[in-house]
C-alpha cells in the first residue's frame, strides 16, 4: 500500500488509495492485470495458483476496508470463497445454519449434510434461535446478517460469545452489510465472506467472492483450500472489481440513501402490505441494525396486496429497474425470490426484493410506482 498505514484513513480514502504500486518515478498508478500463469523461478510466487499481483492489489483493498490487522483473500466467486470456508469444517463437524439464507449456501451446506460430509442445524435467521442452537463441540456457526431477502439482523456479538464457548468457529455472510456497514470481525466473528459480485465490484460485469480474517493459522488454512480447490480469480476479474471498489464508498453512500426513501415511500403506497428496510424505526431490525452497523443497507423488501401474481407484474412492468437476480449494481433490479424453487420456503411466496442502484431516485420512484399503480389488488 503507498498509503501511510499508521495514519488513521477513512474507508472512502483507503478504497482509493490501498493496493497501488509504489511510487517510484515511472511507475503506473494502478497494478495491471498480470496475465501470467508462471513466474520466473526465486520470486515470491511461482504459480498463478497461489498467487498474482493483480489479486494482491485487490485483497489490500478489501482488508484495509475491513479493518486493521484483517487479511483479505479472493475467489472466483462468493460461492468459491464460500465452499472455501466450509471446507474447513471436518468431516462429520457439526454445522449450525440459517433457515433463511443465500439459496447458494443453504443448498452447498444440505448437500454436504445428506451426502454425511457434515451435519447441519438450521436454525431460524435470529439471534435468540441461533444461539439455542449452538451445543457444545459445534464446528462452525454460519450467520447471514443482514440475511438474504428477509433483512433479518442477527446479533454478531451474541452469537460469536455462544459458539466459542462451544468451540465452534463463527462465519459471518456481510454481502448485504458490505465492509463499510459492519464489521463483524471487530465483533467477534472468525471469518468474513462476501460475494464482491454485489456491492464490492458493484457493475454487474464480475462474479468474484472473497474471504477476510484475522488469525493468521486461519488466513492460512482458507489460502490452502484456495490453492487446492482451485477457486482462484482471474486476473482480469480481479482487476475489474479493483477498478469498480475505487467508487465503491460513493455509489454505497448514494444507494443506501435512495433505499431509504424508497423504502418510506413505498411504505404509503396501496398496493403495499408490507415493506423491510432497515432504516425504518418500525422495522423488526431497526434498534439491532442501528447499534451492529453503520449504513441500512440498498435492499428493500416489499410485499404486495395482491400477492405474487401481483409481485411478478410489477418486477415485469418497470422500465428503469431491471428484472433480474442479483443485487448490488449500479443499476437498480427486482425479483420475485420465490420464483427459484431452491429459495427458502421461508420467504414469503410474494415478497419482491429491490436492489436500490444509483440512478435519480426520483427517476426509481416514479417508475416503481407507476408499476405499483397498475399491480393487481385484491
Ligand atoms: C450472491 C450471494 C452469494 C453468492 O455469491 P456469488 O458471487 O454469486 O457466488 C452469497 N451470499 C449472498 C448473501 C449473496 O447475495
Known amino acids: 500500500m503507498a498509503v501511510d498505514p499508521s495514519?488513521?484513513?477513512?474507508?472512502?480514502?483507503?478504497?482509493?488509495?490501498?493496493?497501488?504500486p509504489a511510487r517510484d518515478p515511472g511507475a503506473p498508478v494502478n497494478t495491471p492485470p498480470v496475465l501470467s500463469s508462471t513466474f520466473a523461478a526465486g520470486g515470491p510466487v511461482s504459480y498463478a495458483r497461489v498467487g498474482n499481483p493483480t489479486w494482491t492489489a485487490l485483497e489490500e483493498v478489501l482488508a484495509a476496508l475491513e479493518g486493521p490487522g484483517t487479511r483479505a483473500l479472493s475467489f472466483a466467486s462468493g460461492m468459491a470463497?464460500?465452499?472455501?470456508?466450509?471446507?474447513?469444517?471436518?468431516?462429520?463437524?457439526?454445522?449450525?445454519?440459517?433457515?433463511?439464507?443465500?439459496?447458494?449456501?443453504?443448498?452447498?451446506?444440505g448437500r454436504w449434510a445428506q451426502s454425511g460430509r457434515i451435519r447441519l442445524v438450521e436454525a431460524s435467521p435470529s439471534t435468540d434461535?441461533?444461539?439455542?442452537?449452538?451445543?457444545?463441540?459445534?464446528?462452525?456457526?454460519?450467520?447471514?446478517?443482514?440475511?438474504?431477502?428477509?433483512?433479518?439482523?442477527?446479533?454478531?456479538?451474541?452469537?460469536?460469545?455462544?459458539?466459542?464457548?462451544?468451540?465452534?468457529?463463527v462465519v459471518v455472510d456481510s454481502t448485504f452489510a458490505t465492509p463499510l456497514g459492519q464489521r463483524p470481525l471487530d465483533l467477534g466473528a472468525d471469518i468474513v465472506v462476501h460475494s464482491a459480485t454485489k456491492y464490492l465490484a458493484g457493475h454487474s460485469d464480475v462474479l468474484l467472492g472473497a474471504v477476510v480474517v484475522r488469525d493468521a493459522d486461519l488466513a492460512e488454512q482458507v489460502s490452502q483450500n484456495r490453492i487446492l480447490g482451485g477457486g482462484?480469480?482471474?486476473?482480469?476479474?480481479?482487476?475489474?472489481?479493483?477498478?469498480?471498489l475505487r467508487t465503491f464508498p460513493l455509489r454505497w453512500e448514494r444507494a443506501c440513501a435512495s433505499a431509504a426513501e424508497l423504502a418510506v415511500r413505498c411504505q404509503g403506497h396501496p398496493a403495499v402490505t408490507r415493506v423491510r428496510h432497515l432504516s425504518l424505526p418500525d422495522d423488526p431490525g431497526h434498534a439491532l441494525a442501528a447499534r451492529q452497523m453503520a449504513s441500512f443497507g440498498a435492499i428493500v423488501s416489499v410485499e404486495l396486496a395482491g400477492g405474487p401474481s401481483a409481485a411478478e407484474a410489477v418486477a415485469g412492468a418497470t422500465r428503469v429497474w431491471l428484472h433480474a437476480t442479483s443485487l448490488g449494481g449500479v443499476e437498480s433490479t427486482l425479483e420475485r425470490r420465490r420464483r427459484w424453487p431452491e429459495e427458502s420456503p421461508e420467504v414469503p411466496d410474494g415478497l419482491l426484493r429491490l436492489s436500490v442502484g444509483i440512478e435519480d431516485v426520483e427517476d426509481l420512484w416514479a417508475d416503481l410506482s407507476r408499476a405499483l399503480d397498475a399491480a393487481p389488488r385484491p
Open 7 to 20: 495514519a488513521p484513513l477513512a474507508p472512502a480514502t483507503l478504497a482509493v488509495a490501498a493496493g497501488r
Open 81 to 109: 470463497g464460500i465452499s472455501a470456508v466450509a471446507s474447513l469444517v471436518p468431516v462429520g463437524g457439526l454445522v449450525i445454519g440459517q433457515t433463511v439464507a443465500y439459496s447458494g449456501t443453504r443448498s452447498l451446506l
Open 129 to 169: 434461535a441461533l444461539v439455542a442452537a449452538v451445543t457444545s463441540g459445534a464446528a462452525m456457526v454460519w450467520l447471514e446478517t443482514p440475511t438474504n431477502p428477509t433483512l433479518d439482523v442477527i446479533d454478531i456479538a451474541r452469537v460469536s460469545e455462544a459458539a466459542h464457548a462451544a468451540g465452534a468457529l
Open 232 to 244: 482462484i480469480p482471474g486476473p482480469m476479474e480481479a482487476w475489474i472489481a479493483l477498478r469498480g
